[in-house]
T-cell receptor, first 113, second 114 residues
Framework: NAGVTQTPKFRVLKTGQSMTLLCAQD?????MYWYRQDPGMGLRLIHY???????AKGEVPDGYNVSRLKKQNFLLGLESAAPSQTSVYFC????????????FGPGTRLTVT | AQSVSQHNHHVILSEAASLELGCNYS??????LFWYVQYPGQHLQLLLK??????LVKGIKGFEAEFIKSKFSFNLRKPSVQWSDTAEYFC????????????FGAGTRLFVKA
């Protein structure tokens, strides 16, 4: 049981490049989330999904897109990276039966130059 | 807007000192409350949670937290910290209604001197 995994762990992009972050969970959770973590700001919700094929905007969705084609996967895309998107990105999942306790992945450290 | 405030951004303690980290939230309805911990280089993991019942909840590694509804607070405590408690601690609030979003505080960095 791997829990929540994220790939890649590190990435450096140039301004304007695109990339996709992959999150996978093997706990059959309904809900999945993408957060960014910046110093002094805690975790801010980018997008989330309440089930396969559904996504919704969080607190800071601009510049990001997501897709949830399979229940176990939640993809975060950056179409045209900007230096302001330099951050650590965490994926999380939770189930309704688990009272929304979230399980987090190890994070992806992204630097945009 | 709903928010979570953690009063201390950085705390430095010596081993065996007592710890209390403050957390206040702004939401008038029923909430689920969480403390998560992030050890250096690791991902966030749940430390403890409150859903209902006894307002004093115990978590892993000797941590406990008390929910005081009248003060909208959920402070984290540990009677005697260890060097291995050095980490960043996040308070989080999940309103009972209004969707699936959990609101996180900005975090408190704890450094325990050996």
């Amino acid at each position: 049981n791997a829990g929540v995994t994220q790939t890649p762990k590190f990435r450096v992009l140039k301004t304007g490049q695109s990339m996709t972050l992959l999150c996978a969970q093997d706990m059959n959770h309904e809900y999945m989330y993408w957060y960014r973590q910046d110093p002094g700001m805690g975790l801010r919700l980018i997008h989330y999904s309440v089930g396969e094929g559904t996504t919704a905007k969080g607190e800071v969705p601009d510049g990001y897109n997501v897709s949830r084609l399979k229940k176990q996967n939640f993809l975060l895309g950056l179409e045209s990276a900007a230096p302001s998107q330099t951050s650590v990105y965490f994926c999380a999942s939770s189930s309704s039966s688990g009272k929304y306790e979230q399980y987090f992945g190890p994070g992806t450290r992204l630097t945009v130059t | 807007a709903q928010s979570v405030s953690q009063h201390n951004h950085h705390v430095i303690l010596s081993e065996a000192a007592s710890l209390e980290l403050g957390c206040n939230y702004s939401y008038g309805g029923t909430v689920n409350l969480f403390w998560y911990v992030q050890y250096p280089g690791q991902h966030l993991q749940l430390l403890l949670k409150y859903f209902s019942g006894d307002p004093l909840v115990k978590g892993i590694k000797g941590f406990e937290a008390e929910f005081i509804k009248s003060k909208f607070s959920f402070n984290l405590r540990k009677p005697s910290v260890q060097w291995s408690d050095t980490a960043e601690y996040f308070c989080a609030v999940k309103p009972y209604t209004g969707g699936f979003k959990t609101i996180f505080g900005a975090g408190t960095r704890l450094f325990v001197k050996a």
